[in-house]
């Protein structure tokens, strides 16, 4: 059995091998069944998460960590035609979007990126972006946070894939299968497509939810779909005082919980809907076949 370091590297050269662009038969980055499904944009936690757009027709997905910052992958706001990094005028980011509206948007000031150009490393594979705007006092945000141990939290991820550009879908429940010590890293099992780059993977426990990494890319080990994620540690020392994780405003006109999202999973598990909050969400996520 491989170490999890091994693994790791070996993601870490398939990711590099990888084009952005490339296409298979079947989506590449799909675990076994496919288990995304759509949510409502407009309930938080998802109301946080959006589509990053660029003047160049590039698109990723990225979260709202704080009221005017955002976090995506760095490889999302590089130009492939030119190889060079894209400047902020260039990116604008739709939060809550879905079915061609959304709930808040704003224009890019400022980058700061891991790295500057295409997937190499991927424990460096990240990007902060400053907004115009402090959209996230209107539409939540959710903090960055070490990920948790084996079993404690439900681990979700939520993105905007190729298959459906406009609207999000999350996969409710999935692993951390490693977590290494010595590199800001972490392989996963939750789908997630091309267009999913830059999605958060979040861990949603006691009440509270986080994002625990980004996800970068995917890769094959031993003949099976492998994601690759940079833990949220890469990038926390960037910015001094993170603010707690916070649901929509009052008056926003959006869900501070995840009314339709816990309706939904628990009519799918046959089961009755219980209250709609994370701690519903986290529950049911544990159960999620």
């Known amino acids: 059995m491989p170490s999890a370091r091994a693994i790791l590297l070996g993601l870490a050269l398939l990711l590099a091998a990888i084009p952005v662009q490339a296409q298979r038969a079947t989506l590449p980055g799909i675990v076994g069944a496919d ?76 980058i700061r990126r891991g790295i500057d150009g295409p997937p190499g490393d991927p424990a460096r594979d990240w990007a902060l972006v400053t907004l115009a705007e402090p959209i996230g006092n209107r539409v939540g945000w959710i903090a960055p946070g070490p990920a948790p141990g084996d079993g404690q939290a439900a681990i979700l991820r939520a993105g905007y894939g190729q298959d459906r550009a406009h609207l999000p879908m999350a996969v409710l429940g999935c692993r951390i299968r490693a977590a290494p010590a010595d590199r800001p890293l972490l392989v996963h099992d939750c789908d997630a497509v091309r267009g999913d780059s830059g999605s958060a993977i979040l861990a949603v426990q006691g009440g509270r939810v986080s994002l625990i990494g980004i996800h970068a890319g995917h890769g094959q080990q031993q003949g099976q779909t492998i994601g690759i994620a940079v833990a949220a540690r890469a990038f926390r020392d960037t910015v001094a005082d993170w603010p707690d994780s916070r649901p929509p405003t009052a008056g926003a006109g959006l869900d501070p919980v995840p009314t339709d999202t816990v309706r939904t999973l628990a009519r799918r598990l046959g089961r009755p809907a219980p209250p709609a909050s994370l701690e519903a969400l986290a529950r049911l996520a544990h159960t999620t076949p």
């Open 35 to 110: 288990d995304r499904r759509v949510v409502e944009p407009r309930e938080y936690p998802w109301s946080a998460v959006g589509r990053l757009n660029t003047s160049v027709g590039q698109r990723c997905t990225g979260t709202l960590v704080g009221p005017r910052l955002v976090a995506t992958a760095a490889h999302c706001l590089f130009n492939r035609r030119t190889r060079q990094p894209l400047r902020p005028e260039a990116v604008h980011f739709l939060a809550g979007y879905g079915r061609g509206e959304w709930a808040a948007m704003s224009q890019a000031t400022a």
